[in-house]
């Protein structure tokens, strides 16, 4: 097939008597390259809502009517209309010097960007492609906000210098998604429902009220709403017995969306009603004012002749885009208690260096109307409570003044210096929370910062509150980041030891309450927990056990964090149960604390996998559990 004729020609043929003219048909190339599939790029907004690193691409083929090319190389111009505004604000052109400001453009420095043609727009390099092969190209600037849209005009020409455009968007959206933190524990205590005695308990709970904190980058606190088991409510109009539901009303809900409103008042909507009564299972309602669902457990989801039982309950935060992510909590529940008052709890709070702390405000606390109530510590630091409840979850927490800036010295400076660079690891997990300067349960090079300045500008910046937190045998250097801030106990029977170690951010060495004053005296010196106390020079075994991966299952992504005792390059593999390599790269990694993120879509499908973490010092190997 010969492309379209455009012209003729003529031709001078000679023969022995005379001459003769004909025409000639002349095939001239007319036609550009075709595009291939041509989509929109959505692009995430980062943490702070607005646009990060950001790109699209798309790519040519030969038309197939084209006879005139012997290079099957395309050019490139390439521009970019900012928020879709009508002006042109950049531009990519394959004729500019190779690699022109091609840096500034992928590294977002869009200052630096200059007009090297002179026509008014700024302009990047953009190199020649053969048919099949993507070109690229970067938003050279950050900063655009979620919902918006920027133009990208492609125009491709071919070696015969034929033509051809297409246009897309890059859409700026909300892909990130909201992160919750549960309340570990709850107490539920089951309600009379037969009004004869407690036959038929029933438990009604509010996800919200699960809900120890949640946020997203892009949605308010306040326009954040929750819900049980990822399962939302009707958030678009839907009509069910007549009557219009959507986000805005309160309504019995399902996985497939709403079932009546709330209340019920017709009889097919008291049919409704009935199975949420009854506990049937993934039936819930939607309370818009306070955006939040509520299910019921009742007799029959546990054992009625229980004296007590728990549940674990999944609960979801949903931000304006339908983001959504979920943690769980767990439920103790109190049934069947025929004995009224006795039984006592009592315990001790003290400090990282083992002093008792008196005026410790120590509190109790239940589902019951005379509670909460509040005990201080002695002067040995004991709190006691007595004549309580029994049958009933009590929490119990603890807490002290802190302030600001006491205790806080540069001999805390130095002991997070030496763990940082592996001279002296800490291996007391209460110093290590203190150490934790800014609260992400990583102790790094941030924290060394955030401590310093303190000490130079003696203000607290950035610093996370001060805690007490429970004592546990349990808790140690390498999982110290799982304290719990309160105990959860069952009034069965008296309890003693219910002890608490009080924290104050920063103090690594514990001075806070042994000096009453704020010090700045590097010499002064302040003893340990011979617990804290190791070698000049941590071992091997010491580094290895502080690799860490966190959240180990994981959905999204994990955080490795590692100590490595010098710099070098590192190997990071990732294989399944059966041994195939699903992942690997190599990095460079710093002498001391590292972190490196490691993302869930590159590793694939749900499933177990061995972690290996290896350089010419050290191998390391963990289980690693992916959860979509």
């Not at 919902?147 to 492609?154: D, F, L, Q």
């Not at 306040?222 to 009557?243: I, M, R, S």
């Not at 019920?264 to 506990?279: Q, V």
């Not at 039982?309 to 025929?338: H, R």
């Amino acid at each position: 097939m010969i492309a379209p004729v455009s012209g003729f020609s003529h031709s001078l043929v000679k023969d022995a008597d005379h001459f003769s003219y004909s025409n000639i048909h002349v095939a001239v190339d007319s036609l550009g390259p075709v595009f291939g599939e041509n989509h929109n790029a959505i692009c995430s907004v980062d943490n702070d809502c607005l646009s990060g690193y950001c790109s699209s691409s798309i790519y040519v083929y030969k038309n197939e009517l084209v006879v005139c090319e012997n290079n099957l190389s395309v050019s490139w111009k390439v521009t970019i209309d900012a928020n879709n505004d009508g002006t042109i604000d950049y531009e990519y052109l394959s004729n500019l010097p190779v690699g022109n400001d091609l840096t500034n453009a992928t590294e977002r420095l869009s200052n630096a960007i200059k007009d090297d043609n002179g026509n008014g727009i700024k302009d990047i390099y953009l190199a020649t492609t053969k048919y099949g092969d993507y070109a690229t190209i970067y938003m050279p600037e950050n900063g655009f906000a979620k919902g918006s849209e920027h133009k990208i005009v492609w125009t491709a020409t071919d070696i015969c210098g034929n033509t051809s455009e297409e246009t897309n968007l890059i859409l700026l959206r909300d892909k990130k998604r909201p992160t919750p933190v549960c309340v570990p524990l709850s107490t539920g205590i089951f309600t009379d429902i037969d009004g004869c005695g407690p036959k038929l308990p029933f438990l009604e709970i509010f996800a919200i009220d699960f809900m120890n904190k949640a946020y997203d980058n892009c949605t308010a606190d306040e326009d954040l709403f929750y819900t049980f088991d990822n399962v939302a409510p009707q958030l678009t109009d839907k009509v069910v017995f007549g009557k219009t539901v959507n986000r805005y009303v309160a309504h019995y809900f399902d996985l497939n969306g709403a079932l009546a409103v709330y209340p019920a008042t017709s009889a097919d909507e008291k049919e409704i009603e009935n199975l949420y009564l009854n506990g049937d299972e993934g039936i819930y309602i939607w309370f818009p004012d306070k955006k939040t669902s509520s299910r019921i457990y009742n007799y029959r989801s546990i054992d009625p002749t229980s004296e007590y039982a728990s549940l674990d309950v999944m609960v979801t935060v949903w931000d304006k885009e339908l983001n959504w992510d979920f943690c769980w909590t767990n439920i103790k529940l109190g049934i069947y208690c025929y004995f009224p008052y006795g039984n006592n709890f009592s315990g001790k709070v003290s400090s990282i260096t083992g002093k008792n702390l008196n005026n410790v405000i120590v509190q109790a606390d239940a589902n019951l109307p005379e509670l909460p109530k509040s005990q201080q510590t002695n002067q040995a630091g004991e709190y006691y409570f007595s004549n309580l409840l029994i049958c009933h979850y009590y929490n119990l927490s603890a807490s002290f003044i802190s302030k600001e800036m006491q205790g806080l010295d540069y001999n805390d400076l130095s002991l997070l210096q030496r763990h940082l660079s592996g001279a002296k690891l800490i291996k007391n997990p209460y110093q290590l929370i203190a150490a934790d300067i800014n609260g992400d349960f990583l102790i790094n090079q941030d924290d060394y910062i955030a401590l310093k300045n303190a000490l130079e500008t003696r203000r607290e910046i950035g610093f996370t509150t001060s805690k007490s937190v429970v004592k546990s045998a349990d808790l140690n250097a390498f999982n110290w980041f799982n304290y719990q801030e309160s105990i959860l106990v069952l009034n069965e029977r008296d309890l003693f030891g219910l002890d608490f170690v009080a924290v104050k951010t920063g103090d690594i060495n514990g001075s806070h309450f042994d000096t009453g004053i704020i010090n700045f005296d590097f010499n002064k010196t302040y003893a340990v927990d011979a617990d804290s106390e190791v070698e000049d020079r941590s071992s091997l075994e010491d580094i290895i056990d502080q690799v860490t991966l966190t959240p180990n299952p994981f959905t999204d992504y994990t955080t490795l964090s590692f100590f490595a005792p010098q710099a070098g390059d590192y190997t990071l593999l990732i294989t399944d149960l059966a041994g195939k390599i699903v992942s690997q790269k190599q990095f460079k990694a710093i002498e001391g604390s590292n972190i490196h993120l490691i993302n869930g879509e590159q590793i694939g499908a749900s499933g177990t996998y061995i972690c290996t973490l290896k350089s010419t010092d050290m191998i390391f190997n963990k289980r690693l559990v992916l959860v979509h």
